[in-house]
């Protein structure tokens, strides 16, 4: 049975051969995606026998990379926080500066019920349920085919969590109920703007989930305009914000009442969050 660093080397030639960057970390970065590790545990597998289920997966992967689809559809898998998610083109791949919302809304408290608007693959519902205290977590999406994504992340999940997946356009679906904390990643990307996106995104990567009209603000204005209502007093607003239009989703929430709505940095120093607090 051939090892894993043959494996490894034999994808990296592969991969350089299609013109990737970086082929050696691409190979082994696959090949930790598909056993749940790391890079750095990868390296130190390299004298293992590479099992042959994995090798199989792991060529089907490293052609599809070659192809140019992105690392985490052709692996099927994605990293978030605690969470090891499967994910596939229904559902935008969970981006790093999304974890840091996640913190904004445990740092708040953490406890009680919580919405997810866009759950996509359920990254946040799902870490909001696994790592807050709530005791409640509803999740949203306007794509039946991210809510099955999200669904199926949810029900691999030992032990189980309790998220209530419900189908619609943002807040409809809770109308009616109050929550302790809403947060969104909502697509904010205009639409002239993701034309100019890398393919791997604007070719993989479901264009609802990242394009909203008004220059990339309308989804963000109607959950700054509908939110209040829904939530209980003292309770957390957190919205995912594309740093060129954080200014301009500010005076968004100023004009739709949230008078003490501020905007936090990602670890980049990109401004990436807008947090208000219903009074
Ligand atoms: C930027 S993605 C975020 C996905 C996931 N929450 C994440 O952070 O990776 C936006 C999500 O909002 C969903 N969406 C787009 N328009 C919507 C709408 N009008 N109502 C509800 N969900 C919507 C998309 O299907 C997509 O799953």
Redesign the pocket.
């Known amino acids: 049975m051939p090892k894993v660093g043959e494996e490894l080397r034999a994808a990296a030639h592969r991969l350089a051969q299609a013109g990737c960057h970086a082929p050696r970390r691409e190979a082994a970065g696959l090949w930790a995606r598909l056993s749940g590790g790391t890079v750095g545990e990868v390296w130190l597998e390299q004298d293992r026998e590479a099992p042959e289920g994995r090798r199989t997966r792991y060529w089907d992967a490293v052609e599809r990379r070659a192809r140019g689809e992105p690392a985490a559809y052709a692996a099927g898998r994605a990293g978030f926080r605690w969470l090891e998610l499967t994910i596939d083109p229904r559902?935008?791949i969970?981006?790093p500066e999304?974890e840091g919302l996640v913190e904004r809304v445990l740092g708040h408290g953490g406890s009680g019920s919580a919405l997810?608007?866009?759950?996509?693959?359920g990254?946040?519902a799902l870490s909001l349920a696994t790592e807050g205290g709530f005791s409640r977590v509803v999740a949203?999406?306007?794509?039946n085919a991210?809510l099955d994504v999200a669904r199926a992340n949810a029900a691999r999940l030992a032990p189980r969590v309790a998220v209530e997946f419900r189908h619609?356009?943002?807040l409809e679906p809770v109308s009616g109920e109050t929550f302790d904390a809403i947060v969104s990643?909502?697509?904010y990307v205009a639409a002239e703007e993701f034309e100019a996106l890398d393919d791997g995104v604007r070719l993989y990567e479901?264009r609802?989930?990242?394009v909203s009209p008004e220059g990339g603000l309308q989804?963000s204005r109607r959950l700054l305009e509908g939110a209040a209502p829904l939530l209980a007093p003292g309770g957390l607003l957190a919205l995912e914000v594309d740093s060129t239009r954080a200014e301009a989703t500010l005076r968004l929430a100023r004009e739709a009442g949230w008078r003490g709505a501020r905007l936090e940095s990602d670890l980049f120093g990109r401004l990436r969050y807008l947090l208000a607090t219903k009074e």
Do not use: F, K, M, Y
């Open positions: 559902v935008l969970p981006r999304t997810d608007v866009g759950t996509g693959s990254c946040i949203t999406d306007a794509s991210a619609g356009d943002l990643n909502p697509p479901p609802e989930a990242l989804h």
